[in-house]
């Protein structure tokens, strides 16, 4: 198991469009799980804290085994001012969340959204990569739907690329419900998320320029569906310190994990993190 | 251990006419994680005063939780479940007169804002 968290773990996660800790499409929905309140209240808050992240996935380097292991720093936040918001809610790899929220009703809310999607692997990150292009950060911008019926939460999004690099599009479907059991606050949540070929090629592809120049051979995957679940458990240990615990699975449907980029391809992902922070 | 840390003992104490009541609880402060959560806490009080019949109440709620007859001191557990804080006080029984208060604050980590409801701010 690697003892290290480091750069080409996230990148290859972000590959995946999953990450140890909240992933970019679970990180809006997890969120207002964690914060769920009968008024469909937001807040603004800042939070610092430490954590500790396990779990197994495809990997993107040589002789490294699929399973990691690290700590990582707790960065959360929200800030909120006449309908803008700031969200960053997943543990340090998630981009921030930028957003305005077009509409708030008893039981939905709309927001507009700007999302950073973390970069890929980088050609001059790893010798196994030289001569690849470097997939750099997007910026993604679409809508999100938020819902809440009855002790659930269902959340809709879209999000395109906007800006040169692929052009690409994103859409989830989450629900989750939360729960509370004494001073504990228990959710669960289970969704689907689809990337369309133009993200998945620009990420995971491989061009014939670059299998020309590499010993990679020229790949080009299809658009294709994660399913993901998740469960956890938020704890105010006291009034400026809060517990957190969560379990995440991914399972990658279609051929984007037969992306050479990937050395070990298996078709999962998988991950358990525990945090404390301070909350200011 | 987490438990052990909120349950980390705590007192507060007052009294009014007579100076020598006492009235503690143990552990005062209960966290819950949002505003408007319930809030769960088990909790003792420990009373000391003259001689006398005494009933320790919930000034909060307006609800009397033990009487004891004939008694300097006392000891009364129970499981605290509330959204707000509670105010407490040692009565005396025959004139209702409180005799010292303790109160168990409610507190949350995220004090949320509202927002605002039913309103199209872009379209």
Request: charged fraction near 20%; aromatic fraction near 12%; proline fraction near 2%.
């Amino acid at each position: 198991m690697n003892i290290t968290l480091n750069k080409i773990t996230l990148a290859a996660l972000t590959l995946l469009g999953t990450s140890f800790t909240s992933n970019l499409f679970a990180a809006d929905i997890s969120h207002s799980l964690r914060n769920k309140q009968q008024d469909n209240s937001t807040e603004n808050y800042f939070e610092l804290g430490l954590g500790l992240a396990t779990g197994a996935g495809p990997t993107v380097e040589e002789d490294k085994d699929n399973e990691w292991a690290g700590a990582f720093l707790v960065v959360n936040g929200s800030y909120n001012w006449r309908g803008f918001f700031i969200e960053k809610f997943g543990e340090s790899t998630d981009p921030l969340v930028l957003g305005f929220n077009a509409y708030t009703g008893d039981n939905w809310s709309l927001d507009i959204v700007l999302v950073p999607k973390g970069r890929g692997i980088q050609g001059g990150e790893d010798d196994r990569f030289n001569g690849l292009d470097d997939r750099d950060s997007s910026t993604m911008f679409g809508g999100r739907l938020t819902g809440y019926i009855d002790d659930n939460i269902v959340q809709f999004s879209v999000k395109h690329n906007i800006g040169s690099n692929h052009q690409g599009t994103t859409a989830s479907a989450l629900i989750g419900r939360n729960w509370q059991v004494r001073n504990w606050n228990f959710h669960s949540m289970a969704g689907v998320r689809f990337f369309d070929a133009k993200l998945n090629d620009y990420y995971l592809g491989i061009s014939a320029d670059e299998a020309a120049r590499t010993d990679f051979d020229e790949y080009s995957p299809g658009s294709n569906l994660n399913l993901t679940a998740e469960v956890g458990v938020t704890y105010p240990i006291t009034e400026d310190w809060v517990f957190r615990s969560t379990a995440r699975f991914a399972q990658f449907l279609g051929d984007k994990t037969d992306s050479p980029i990937f050395v070990d391809k298996r078709d999962n992902a998988m991950s358990l993190t525990t945090s404390i922070s301070y909350v200011f | 251990m987490l438990t052990t840390i909120v349950c980390l003992p705590m007192s507060f104490a007052s009294n009014a006419s007579e100076p020598d009541a006492t009235l503690v609880v143990t552990p005062k402060n209960c966290v819950a994680l949002h505003k408007g959560q319930k809030c769960y806490l088990e909790v003792t009080f420990d009373w000391h005063a003259k001689l006398n019949n005494y009933c320790l109440v919930n000034n909060t709620r307006s609800q009397i939780m033990k009487c004891w007859s004939d008694k300097q001191n006392g000891q009364y557990s129970f499981d605290f479940q509330s959204t707000q804080s509670n105010d407490f006080s040692l009565q005396l029984q025959e004139t209702n007169t409180d005799v010292a208060h303790a109160k168990i604050v409610v507190a949350w980590v995220y004090k949320s804002k509202k927002r605002s409801k039913s309103s199209w701010r872009l379209f």
